[in-house]
Protein backbone atom coordinates (compact mmCIF):
# COMPACT_ATOMS: atom_id res chain seq x y z
CA UNK A 1 0.00 0.00 0.00
CA UNK A 2 1.46 3.64 -0.85
CA UNK A 3 1.46 6.22 1.36
CA UNK A 4 0.05 9.36 0.64
CA UNK A 5 2.04 12.74 0.87
CA UNK A 6 2.63 16.00 0.04
CA UNK A 7 5.11 15.94 -2.67
CA UNK A 8 5.85 19.67 -3.18
CA UNK A 9 6.74 19.56 0.17
CA UNK A 10 9.68 17.27 -0.62
CA UNK A 11 10.30 19.00 -3.97
CA UNK A 12 10.91 22.45 -1.68
CA UNK A 13 13.22 20.42 0.73
CA UNK A 14 15.49 18.88 -1.94
CA UNK A 15 15.86 22.44 -3.83
CA UNK A 16 16.77 23.78 -0.54
CA UNK A 17 19.37 21.25 -0.30
CA UNK A 18 20.68 21.86 -3.38
CA UNK A 19 20.09 18.05 -4.40
CA UNK A 20 19.06 16.96 -7.94
CA UNK A 21 16.59 13.75 -8.32
CA UNK A 22 19.34 11.89 -8.79
CA UNK A 23 21.00 12.93 -6.47
CA UNK A 24 18.00 12.24 -3.70
CA UNK A 25 17.50 9.49 -4.93
CA UNK A 26 21.48 7.76 -4.99
CA UNK A 27 21.63 4.70 -2.41
CA UNK A 28 18.11 4.92 -1.58
CA UNK A 29 15.38 4.55 -4.82
CA UNK A 30 15.55 5.21 -8.19
CA UNK A 31 15.10 8.50 -9.73
CA UNK A 32 11.71 7.81 -11.55
CA UNK A 33 10.45 7.46 -7.61
CA UNK A 34 11.61 10.38 -6.95
CA UNK A 35 9.60 12.07 -9.34
CA UNK A 36 6.28 9.81 -8.85
CA UNK A 37 6.72 11.13 -5.20
CA UNK A 38 6.91 14.55 -6.39
CA UNK A 39 4.21 14.82 -9.27
CA UNK A 40 1.80 11.95 -7.80
CA UNK A 41 1.72 12.55 -3.87
CA UNK A 42 2.31 9.11 -2.99
CA UNK A 43 5.57 6.17 -1.90
CA UNK A 44 5.49 3.20 -3.26
CA UNK A 45 7.40 1.92 0.24
CA UNK A 46 7.75 3.89 3.90
CA UNK A 47 10.69 2.55 4.41
CA UNK A 48 12.08 4.44 1.15
CA UNK A 49 10.35 7.80 2.08
CA UNK A 50 11.90 7.61 5.96
CA UNK A 51 15.46 7.41 4.46
CA UNK A 52 14.73 10.13 2.18
CA UNK A 53 12.89 12.56 5.34
CA UNK A 54 16.59 11.36 6.59
CA UNK A 55 18.72 12.85 4.28
CA UNK A 56 16.60 15.99 3.49
CA UNK A 57 16.43 16.64 7.07
CA UNK A 58 12.89 16.85 7.08
CA UNK A 59 10.03 14.70 9.58
CA UNK A 60 7.43 12.10 7.73
CA UNK A 61 4.84 14.00 9.31
CA UNK A 62 6.11 17.34 7.63
CA UNK A 63 5.65 16.51 4.35
CA UNK A 64 2.61 13.36 5.01
CA UNK A 65 -1.02 14.14 3.32
CA UNK A 66 -3.88 14.56 6.55
CA UNK A 67 -6.73 16.13 5.33
CA UNK A 68 -8.87 15.48 8.08
CA UNK A 69 -8.99 18.31 11.18
CA UNK A 70 -6.30 17.25 13.59
CA UNK A 71 -4.68 14.51 11.94
CA UNK A 72 -1.54 16.41 11.40
CA UNK A 73 -1.61 17.53 15.01
CA UNK A 74 -2.11 14.01 15.77
CA UNK A 75 0.92 12.68 13.53
CA UNK A 76 3.04 14.80 16.11
CA UNK A 77 1.58 13.73 19.06
CA UNK A 78 1.49 10.09 18.28
CA UNK A 79 5.51 10.33 17.38
CA UNK A 80 6.01 12.28 20.52
CA UNK A 81 3.81 9.68 22.78
CA UNK A 82 6.29 6.38 21.07
CA UNK A 83 9.26 8.53 22.27
CA UNK A 84 7.79 8.75 25.19
CA UNK A 85 8.14 12.75 25.21
CA UNK A 86 4.74 12.67 27.43
CA UNK A 87 5.35 16.45 28.34
CA UNK A 88 5.84 17.40 24.48
CA UNK A 89 2.43 15.23 23.54
CA UNK A 90 0.18 17.19 25.98
CA UNK A 91 1.62 20.34 25.17
CA UNK A 92 0.34 19.92 21.87
CA UNK A 93 -3.26 18.28 22.33
CA UNK A 94 -4.06 21.42 24.12
CA UNK A 95 -4.01 22.68 20.88
CA UNK A 96 -6.95 20.12 19.62
CA UNK A 97 -10.35 21.23 19.42
CA UNK A 98 -12.22 17.86 20.21
CA UNK A 99 -15.48 19.45 19.19
CA UNK A 100 -14.23 20.00 16.11
CA UNK A 101 -12.76 16.20 15.44
CA UNK A 102 -14.71 14.74 12.69
CA UNK A 103 -14.72 10.93 12.76
CA UNK A 104 -14.78 7.99 15.14
CA UNK A 105 -11.20 7.15 14.73
CA UNK A 106 -9.84 10.67 15.24
CA UNK A 107 -11.53 10.45 18.91
CA UNK A 108 -10.64 7.27 19.64
CA UNK A 109 -6.93 8.22 18.99
CA UNK A 110 -7.76 11.54 21.31
CA UNK A 111 -9.06 9.22 24.26
CA UNK A 112 -5.68 7.14 24.24
CA UNK A 113 -3.57 9.97 23.72
CA UNK A 114 -5.24 11.56 26.59
CA UNK A 115 -4.84 8.35 28.54
CA UNK A 116 -1.28 8.25 28.58
CA UNK A 117 -1.07 12.04 29.39
CA UNK A 118 -3.04 11.54 32.41
CA UNK A 119 -0.98 8.56 33.13
CA UNK A 120 2.54 10.32 33.04
CA UNK A 121 2.07 13.83 33.01
CA UNK A 122 -0.76 14.38 35.39
CA UNK A 123 -0.20 11.08 37.50
CA UNK A 124 -3.60 10.79 37.63
CA UNK A 125 -4.04 6.78 37.37
CA UNK A 126 -7.72 7.10 38.10
CA UNK A 127 -8.25 9.61 34.86
CA UNK A 128 -5.68 7.77 32.85
CA UNK A 129 -7.66 4.37 32.84
CA UNK A 130 -11.12 6.12 32.55
CA UNK A 131 -10.00 7.34 29.22
CA UNK A 132 -8.57 3.95 28.37
CA UNK A 133 -12.06 2.02 29.13
CA UNK A 134 -13.65 5.01 26.93
CA UNK A 135 -11.49 4.61 24.24
CA UNK A 136 -12.14 0.94 24.71
CA UNK A 137 -15.94 0.34 25.08
CA UNK A 138 -17.13 3.38 22.59
CA UNK A 139 -14.61 2.64 20.12
CA UNK A 140 -14.85 -1.08 19.02
CA UNK A 141 -13.57 -0.14 15.11
CA UNK A 142 -10.91 -2.20 13.17
CA UNK A 143 -9.54 0.83 12.00
CA UNK A 144 -7.85 1.29 15.87
CA UNK A 145 -7.52 -1.72 16.51
CA UNK A 146 -4.00 -0.55 16.86
CA UNK A 147 -5.08 2.04 19.43
CA UNK A 148 -7.12 -0.45 21.62
CA UNK A 149 -3.79 -2.35 21.76
CA UNK A 150 -2.12 0.72 23.06
CA UNK A 151 -5.19 1.66 25.40
CA UNK A 152 -5.01 -1.92 26.68
CA UNK A 153 -1.43 -1.53 27.61
CA UNK A 154 -1.96 1.79 29.18
CA UNK A 155 -4.45 -0.31 31.51
CA UNK A 156 -1.67 -2.70 32.10
CA UNK A 157 0.29 0.46 33.03
CA UNK A 158 -2.11 1.58 35.18
CA UNK A 159 -2.75 -1.18 37.36
CA UNK A 160 1.36 -1.85 37.55
CA UNK A 161 1.88 1.82 39.01
CA UNK A 162 -1.32 0.94 41.29
CA UNK A 163 0.60 -2.12 42.25
CA UNK A 164 -1.97 -4.33 40.86
CA UNK A 165 0.49 -6.66 40.00
CA UNK A 166 -1.93 -9.81 38.98
CA UNK A 167 -4.22 -7.73 37.07
CA UNK A 168 -1.58 -5.75 34.46
CA UNK A 169 -0.43 -8.84 32.75
CA UNK A 170 -4.73 -9.48 31.90
CA UNK A 171 -4.55 -6.14 29.89
CA UNK A 172 -1.29 -6.46 28.35
CA UNK A 173 -1.70 -10.06 27.13
CA UNK A 174 -4.70 -8.55 25.55
CA UNK A 175 -2.78 -5.76 23.78
CA UNK A 176 -0.36 -8.70 22.55
CA UNK A 177 -3.46 -10.42 20.75
CA UNK A 178 -4.61 -7.67 19.25
CA UNK A 179 -0.50 -6.60 17.46
CA UNK A 180 -0.48 -10.64 16.68
CA UNK A 181 -3.93 -9.83 14.62
CA UNK A 182 -2.91 -6.48 13.29
CA UNK A 183 0.63 -8.40 11.96
CA UNK A 184 -1.12 -11.05 10.36
CA UNK A 185 -3.64 -9.09 8.10
CA UNK A 186 -0.63 -6.59 7.56
CA UNK A 187 1.66 -9.17 6.22
CA UNK A 188 4.47 -6.48 6.65
CA UNK A 189 3.73 -4.79 3.50
CA UNK A 190 3.62 -1.46 5.50
CA UNK A 191 6.81 -0.64 6.71
CA UNK A 192 5.27 2.12 8.63
CA UNK A 193 2.59 -0.32 10.66
CA UNK A 194 5.69 -2.63 11.39
CA UNK A 195 7.53 0.43 13.06
CA UNK A 196 4.41 1.89 14.90
CA UNK A 197 3.90 -2.37 16.31
CA UNK A 198 8.13 -2.73 17.31
CA UNK A 199 7.46 0.18 19.55
CA UNK A 200 4.52 -0.85 21.54
CA UNK A 201 6.00 -4.12 21.69
CA UNK A 202 9.39 -2.65 23.16
CA UNK A 203 7.19 -1.41 25.63
CA UNK A 204 4.75 -4.12 26.59
CA UNK A 205 8.75 -6.48 26.78
CA UNK A 206 10.07 -3.79 29.06
CA UNK A 207 6.90 -3.61 31.15
CA UNK A 208 7.15 -7.38 31.54
CA UNK A 209 10.58 -7.00 32.52
CA UNK A 210 9.64 -4.76 35.16
CA UNK A 211 6.93 -7.32 36.69
CA UNK A 212 9.15 -10.09 36.84
CA UNK A 213 8.30 -12.02 33.84
CA UNK A 214 11.49 -12.16 31.99
CA UNK A 215 10.32 -15.42 30.15
CA UNK A 216 7.50 -13.99 28.53
CA UNK A 217 9.44 -10.70 27.40
CA UNK A 218 12.39 -12.65 26.25
CA UNK A 219 9.91 -15.24 23.73
CA UNK A 220 7.99 -11.77 22.47
CA UNK A 221 11.99 -10.47 21.90
CA UNK A 222 12.49 -13.38 19.63
CA UNK A 223 8.96 -13.09 18.24
CA UNK A 224 9.73 -9.45 17.26
CA UNK A 225 13.20 -9.56 15.78
CA UNK A 226 11.73 -12.48 13.41
CA UNK A 227 9.61 -10.67 12.15
CA UNK A 228 12.33 -7.50 11.98
CA UNK A 229 14.62 -9.97 10.07
CA UNK A 230 11.81 -11.21 7.58
CA UNK A 231 11.43 -7.71 6.86
CA UNK A 232 14.97 -6.79 6.36
CA UNK A 233 14.53 -4.20 8.70
CA UNK A 234 17.03 -3.07 11.70
CA UNK A 235 14.11 -0.75 13.24
CA UNK A 236 15.16 -1.35 16.94
CA UNK A 237 16.76 -4.87 16.45
CA UNK A 238 19.39 -2.63 19.30
CA UNK A 239 16.62 -2.04 21.91
CA UNK A 240 15.30 -5.40 21.50
CA UNK A 241 18.94 -7.62 21.92
CA UNK A 242 19.48 -5.26 24.90
CA UNK A 243 16.03 -6.26 26.16
CA UNK A 244 16.81 -9.66 25.36
CA UNK A 245 20.14 -9.26 27.09
CA UNK A 246 18.42 -8.44 30.49
CA UNK A 247 16.22 -10.86 30.45
CA UNK A 248 19.20 -13.74 30.09
CA UNK A 249 20.71 -12.07 32.62
CA UNK A 250 17.87 -12.16 34.99
CA UNK A 251 17.79 -16.47 34.00
CA UNK A 252 21.34 -16.93 35.05
CA UNK A 253 22.42 -17.13 31.48
CA UNK A 254 25.40 -14.68 31.48
CA UNK A 255 27.33 -15.69 28.24
CA UNK A 256 24.14 -15.65 26.14
CA UNK A 257 23.22 -12.63 27.49
CA UNK A 258 27.05 -10.62 26.94
CA UNK A 259 26.42 -11.68 23.47
CA UNK A 260 23.42 -10.79 23.12
CA UNK A 261 24.64 -7.07 24.77
CA UNK A 262 27.82 -6.82 21.78
CA UNK A 263 25.06 -7.54 19.18
CA UNK A 264 23.07 -4.58 20.45
CA UNK A 265 26.06 -2.76 20.82
CA UNK A 266 26.94 -3.31 17.50
CA UNK A 267 23.97 -2.74 15.92
CA UNK A 268 23.29 0.60 18.08
CA UNK A 269 26.84 2.06 16.09
CA UNK A 270 25.44 0.76 12.72
CA UNK A 271 21.81 2.84 13.53
CA UNK A 272 23.21 6.14 15.02
CA UNK A 273 21.55 4.95 18.50
CA UNK A 274 24.99 6.85 20.19
CA UNK A 275 23.32 6.76 24.07
CA UNK A 276 22.63 2.81 23.74
CA UNK A 277 25.93 2.39 22.47
CA UNK A 278 27.81 4.61 24.92
CA UNK A 279 26.01 2.87 27.57
CA UNK A 280 27.17 -0.60 26.67
CA UNK A 281 31.05 0.61 25.71
CA UNK A 282 31.17 2.61 28.40
CA UNK A 283 29.12 0.70 31.60
CA UNK A 284 27.74 -2.11 30.96
CA UNK A 285 30.48 -4.19 29.55
CA UNK A 286 33.39 -1.93 30.30
CA UNK A 287 35.57 -4.39 31.88
CA UNK A 288 35.16 -6.89 28.82
CA UNK A 289 36.02 -4.00 26.66
CA UNK A 290 39.15 -2.93 28.67
CA UNK A 291 40.23 -7.22 28.73
CA UNK A 292 39.81 -6.99 24.99
CA UNK A 293 42.02 -3.94 24.75
CA UNK A 294 44.72 -5.18 26.66
CA UNK A 295 44.97 -8.04 24.97
CA UNK A 296 45.50 -6.02 21.92
CA UNK A 297 48.21 -3.58 23.63
CA UNK A 298 50.33 -6.76 24.14
CA UNK A 299 50.73 -7.42 20.11
CA UNK A 300 50.56 -3.81 19.21
CA UNK A 301 53.43 -3.26 16.79
CA UNK A 302 54.76 -7.24 16.86
CA UNK A 303 54.18 -8.80 13.67
CA UNK A 304 52.00 -11.47 13.14
CA UNK A 305 52.26 -14.63 11.23
CA UNK A 306 49.30 -15.50 9.76
CA UNK A 307 49.10 -19.51 8.17
Not at 74 to 94: G, N, P, T, V
Amino acid sequence: MATKITGAAIRKARKKKGLSQKQLADGICTQATISLIENKNVCPNFNILNQLCQRLGVNVTDISFNPRYGEKLFSYIESDMRRHCYLQAKKRMAGVCFKKLDSKVSEGKYYCYQGFAELYIDDDIEEAIYHFNWMLTKYPTENLNFYRAWSNLGLGLAYQKLGKTTRAPKFIEESVRILDKIQSYKDHHRKDDLFAVTDLYIDIIATYIELGKHDRALQLCTLILKRLTEANSIYKVDVLEELASRCLYASGQIIEATMKQFAAMFVADLRGNHQLCEKIMTKNQRHIIELVKKELDKNDGHQTLIM
